[in-house]
Protein backbone atom coordinates (compact mmCIF):
# COMPACT_ATOMS: atom_id res chain seq x y z
CA UNK A 1 0.00 0.00 0.00
CA UNK A 2 1.46 3.36 0.89
CA UNK A 3 4.63 3.97 1.98
CA UNK A 4 6.79 3.59 5.20
CA UNK A 5 4.74 5.20 8.47
CA UNK A 6 6.47 6.09 11.49
CA UNK A 7 4.73 7.16 14.38
CA UNK A 8 4.67 9.30 16.50
CA UNK A 9 6.26 11.90 14.00
CA UNK A 10 6.95 14.26 17.21
CA UNK A 11 8.14 12.51 21.17
CA UNK A 12 8.83 14.74 23.92
CA UNK A 13 9.86 12.99 27.14
CA UNK A 14 11.97 13.51 30.42
CA UNK A 15 15.11 12.47 30.78
CA UNK A 16 15.04 8.91 32.18
CA UNK A 17 11.76 8.00 30.76
CA UNK A 18 11.54 4.97 28.22
CA UNK A 19 9.88 5.83 24.49
CA UNK A 20 8.99 3.46 21.88
CA UNK A 21 9.02 4.23 18.41
CA UNK A 22 6.83 2.34 15.23
CA UNK A 23 7.26 1.91 12.34
CA UNK A 24 5.13 0.28 9.78
CA UNK A 25 7.19 -0.88 6.25
CA UNK A 26 5.86 -0.86 2.89
CA UNK A 27 4.16 -4.14 2.56
CA UNK A 28 6.05 -7.32 0.86
CA UNK A 29 9.38 -5.27 1.75
CA UNK A 30 11.34 -7.84 3.87
CA UNK A 31 14.00 -5.72 5.15
CA UNK A 32 13.52 -2.82 7.30
CA UNK A 33 16.47 -0.45 8.98
CA UNK A 34 16.80 1.95 11.82
CA UNK A 35 18.99 5.13 11.71
CA UNK A 36 19.56 7.93 13.58
CA UNK A 37 19.94 11.32 12.40
CA UNK A 38 20.85 14.39 14.09
CA UNK A 39 20.89 18.04 13.06
CA UNK A 40 22.57 18.81 10.45
CA UNK A 41 24.22 15.23 10.42
CA UNK A 42 24.30 12.15 8.38
CA UNK A 43 22.66 8.62 8.73
CA UNK A 44 23.73 6.66 11.74
CA UNK A 45 23.19 2.99 11.15
CA UNK A 46 21.53 1.14 14.38
CA UNK A 47 19.99 -1.57 12.71
CA UNK A 48 18.63 -4.47 10.74
CA UNK A 49 16.10 -6.88 10.43
CA UNK A 50 15.59 -9.57 7.74
CA UNK A 51 12.17 -10.67 8.56
CA UNK A 52 11.94 -10.94 12.08
CA UNK A 53 15.88 -11.64 12.77
CA UNK A 54 18.42 -8.95 13.44
CA UNK A 55 21.52 -10.29 11.46
CA UNK A 56 23.10 -7.05 11.97
CA UNK A 57 22.24 -4.86 15.40
CA UNK A 58 26.56 -3.56 15.48
CA UNK A 59 24.89 0.03 15.47
CA UNK A 60 22.55 0.67 19.06
CA UNK A 61 24.80 2.78 20.92
CA UNK A 62 24.05 0.82 24.15
CA UNK A 63 22.42 -1.30 26.00
CA UNK A 64 19.29 0.84 26.21
CA UNK A 65 18.54 0.92 22.67
CA UNK A 66 16.58 -2.35 21.60
CA UNK A 67 14.12 -3.17 18.52
CA UNK A 68 11.99 -6.30 17.73
CA UNK A 69 10.02 -6.49 14.55
CA UNK A 70 7.04 -9.62 14.23
CA UNK A 71 5.13 -10.98 11.99
CA UNK A 72 7.83 -9.47 9.48
CA UNK A 73 5.86 -6.51 9.15
CA UNK A 74 5.76 -3.90 11.95
CA UNK A 75 9.08 -2.67 14.16
CA UNK A 76 9.64 -1.19 17.26
CA UNK A 77 12.50 0.93 18.60
CA UNK A 78 12.24 1.36 22.26
CA UNK A 79 14.83 3.20 24.16
CA UNK A 80 15.05 3.04 28.04
CA UNK A 81 16.23 5.52 30.56
CA UNK A 82 16.24 8.24 27.63
CA UNK A 83 19.17 11.00 27.86
CA UNK A 84 19.22 14.29 26.26
CA UNK A 85 22.02 13.06 23.76
CA UNK A 86 19.10 10.85 22.58
CA UNK A 87 17.74 13.54 20.79
CA UNK A 88 17.52 13.14 17.28
CA UNK A 89 15.31 12.07 14.07
CA UNK A 90 14.72 8.72 14.39
CA UNK A 91 14.52 7.09 10.69
CA UNK A 92 12.79 3.65 9.32
CA UNK A 93 13.44 2.37 6.06
CA UNK A 94 12.41 -0.88 4.13
CA UNK A 95 13.45 -2.74 1.31
CA UNK A 96 12.44 -5.47 -1.29
CA UNK A 97 15.75 -6.45 -2.16
CA UNK A 98 18.43 -6.03 0.52
CA UNK A 99 20.54 -8.30 -1.26
CA UNK A 100 20.64 -6.76 -4.54
CA UNK A 101 20.13 -3.40 -5.51
CA UNK A 102 18.83 -2.50 -1.87
CA UNK A 103 17.42 0.73 -2.62
CA UNK A 104 15.64 1.74 0.26
CA UNK A 105 12.06 3.92 1.17
CA UNK A 106 12.42 5.96 4.16
CA UNK A 107 9.61 7.14 6.50
CA UNK A 108 9.16 10.58 7.44
CA UNK A 109 10.94 9.82 11.01
CA UNK A 110 9.82 10.18 15.04
CA UNK A 111 11.52 13.69 16.05
CA UNK A 112 12.49 12.31 19.71
CA UNK A 113 13.30 15.36 22.20
CA UNK A 114 14.74 14.67 25.57
CA UNK A 115 14.38 17.33 28.40
CA UNK B 1 32.68 5.07 10.60
CA UNK B 2 31.45 6.90 7.24
CA UNK B 3 32.21 5.45 3.80
CA UNK B 4 30.56 8.29 1.86
CA UNK B 5 32.14 11.43 2.05
CA UNK B 6 29.89 14.31 0.33
CA UNK B 7 31.74 17.96 -0.99
CA UNK B 8 30.89 20.09 -0.97
CA UNK B 9 28.84 20.49 2.33
CA UNK B 10 27.03 23.14 0.98
CA UNK B 11 26.07 24.19 -2.44
CA UNK B 12 24.10 27.62 -3.36
CA UNK B 13 23.13 28.26 -6.99
CA UNK B 14 21.01 29.99 -8.89
CA UNK B 15 17.57 28.88 -10.60
CA UNK B 16 18.52 27.58 -13.79
CA UNK B 17 22.31 26.76 -13.25
CA UNK B 18 23.56 23.32 -12.96
CA UNK B 19 24.62 21.95 -9.76
CA UNK B 20 27.37 19.02 -9.37
CA UNK B 21 27.88 17.11 -5.82
CA UNK B 22 30.30 15.08 -4.83
CA UNK B 23 30.83 12.04 -3.20
CA UNK B 24 34.32 9.72 -2.39
CA UNK B 25 34.33 6.39 -0.57
CA UNK B 26 37.10 4.19 0.80
CA UNK B 27 36.15 0.36 0.34
CA UNK B 28 35.30 -1.45 -2.70
CA UNK B 29 31.22 -1.49 -3.79
CA UNK B 30 28.47 -3.30 -5.50
CA UNK B 31 26.55 -0.24 -6.20
CA UNK B 32 26.40 3.90 -5.06
CA UNK B 33 23.25 5.48 -4.62
CA UNK B 34 22.05 9.11 -4.26
CA UNK B 35 19.10 9.70 -1.92
CA UNK B 36 17.82 13.47 -1.55
CA UNK B 37 16.20 14.73 1.81
CA UNK B 38 13.90 17.41 1.96
CA UNK B 39 13.70 19.63 5.19
CA UNK B 40 11.57 17.40 8.22
CA UNK B 41 11.16 14.70 5.98
CA UNK B 42 12.67 11.05 5.49
CA UNK B 43 15.04 10.36 2.19
CA UNK B 44 13.89 9.37 -1.35
CA UNK B 45 16.13 7.57 -3.58
CA UNK B 46 17.27 9.48 -6.73
CA UNK B 47 19.33 7.13 -8.91
CA UNK B 48 21.76 3.97 -8.41
CA UNK B 49 24.42 3.29 -10.55
CA UNK B 50 26.41 -0.06 -10.17
CA UNK B 51 29.86 -0.72 -9.92
CA UNK B 52 30.74 -1.83 -13.84
CA UNK B 53 28.73 1.49 -14.73
CA UNK B 54 30.14 4.70 -15.63
CA UNK B 55 27.29 6.98 -15.79
CA UNK B 56 23.54 6.67 -15.79
CA UNK B 57 20.63 9.48 -16.57
CA UNK B 58 17.09 9.94 -15.23
CA UNK B 59 15.58 12.95 -15.88
CA UNK B 60 17.55 15.51 -15.27
CA UNK B 61 20.45 14.05 -13.13
CA UNK B 62 23.25 12.24 -14.55
CA UNK B 63 25.68 10.59 -12.07
CA UNK B 64 29.06 9.28 -13.30
CA UNK B 65 31.19 6.66 -11.26
CA UNK B 66 35.04 6.24 -11.11
CA UNK B 67 35.90 3.14 -9.05
CA UNK B 68 39.48 3.54 -9.97
CA UNK B 69 38.73 6.93 -8.26
CA UNK B 70 36.40 5.60 -5.45
CA UNK B 71 34.50 8.71 -6.63
CA UNK B 72 30.79 9.33 -7.72
CA UNK B 73 29.39 12.65 -8.84
CA UNK B 74 25.54 13.77 -9.01
CA UNK B 75 24.88 16.57 -11.67
CA UNK B 76 21.45 18.29 -11.42
CA UNK B 77 20.92 20.33 -14.76
CA UNK B 78 18.98 23.45 -15.31
CA UNK B 79 18.13 23.36 -11.38
CA UNK B 80 15.09 24.58 -10.05
CA UNK B 81 13.77 26.10 -6.79
CA UNK B 82 11.76 22.66 -5.61
CA UNK B 83 15.62 21.16 -5.96
CA UNK B 84 16.44 22.67 -2.72
CA UNK B 85 16.91 19.90 -0.53
CA UNK B 86 19.94 17.60 1.05
CA UNK B 87 21.69 15.22 -0.80
CA UNK B 88 23.28 12.07 0.54
CA UNK B 89 25.87 9.23 -1.17
CA UNK B 90 25.26 6.37 -0.03
CA UNK B 91 27.29 3.06 -0.69
CA UNK B 92 26.52 -0.55 -0.14
CA UNK B 93 28.36 -3.16 2.41
CA UNK B 94 28.50 -5.87 4.86
CA UNK B 95 24.89 -6.93 5.63
CA UNK B 96 23.48 -5.19 3.19
CA UNK B 97 23.59 -2.07 4.91
CA UNK B 98 23.78 1.02 3.31
CA UNK B 99 26.32 4.11 4.46
CA UNK B 100 25.03 7.18 3.76
CA UNK B 101 27.44 10.53 4.08
CA UNK B 102 26.67 13.53 5.79
CA UNK B 103 25.07 14.91 2.97
CA UNK B 104 25.35 17.99 0.84
CA UNK B 105 23.10 21.07 1.34
CA UNK B 106 21.74 22.43 -2.17
CA UNK B 107 19.94 25.99 -1.92
CA UNK B 108 18.11 27.14 -5.16
CA UNK B 109 17.70 30.73 -5.36
CA UNK B 110 14.36 31.77 -7.67
Known amino acids: GAGVSQSPSNKVTEKGKDVELRCDPI?????LYWYRQSLGQGLEFLIY????????KSGLPSDRFSAERTGGSVSTLTIQRTQQEDSAVYLC?????????????FGAGTRLSVL | SQQGEEDPQALSIQEGENATMNCSYK?????LQWYRQNSGRGLVHLIL?????REKHSGRLRVTLDTSKKSSSLLITASRAADTASYFC??????????FGKGITLSVRP
Open chain 1, 93 to 105: ASSFEPGVRNIQY
Open chain 2, 49 to 53: IRSNE
Open chain 1, 49 to 56: FQGNSAPD
Open chain 2, 27 to 31: TSINN
Open chain 2, 90 to 99: ATDGANSKLT
Open chain 1, 27 to 31: SGHTA
